[in-house]
């Protein structure tokens, strides 16, 4: 994934799930709105801690708000 943009890094599914962190719902409330189970919520957001190297849902919010990740095109 080198030179890929941090957009380009992650899916749809997780890319609205940290828009929905950075709007501060928490995981059961995001698992409703999607139509996916809490358990999935859970997967998606390990699979972005990793993708981008963050280790909680404040350092996971800061870092998309830095670089505008929660913003929807």
Known sequence: MVGLRVRDRLTAKELRI???IVQGYKN???AEK???TEQT???H?????DK???SDRLEL???AIHNSLHLRS
């Open 61 to 63: 919010a800061l870092y």
């Open 45 to 49: 957001l390990h699979n972005v801690f």
């Open 18 to 20: 940290v828009a929905l």
């Open 28 to 30: 059961k409330e995001i």
């Open 41 to 43: 919520v859970k997967n």
């Open 34 to 36: 999607m139509f996916i």
């Open 52 to 54: 981008l190297g963050v």
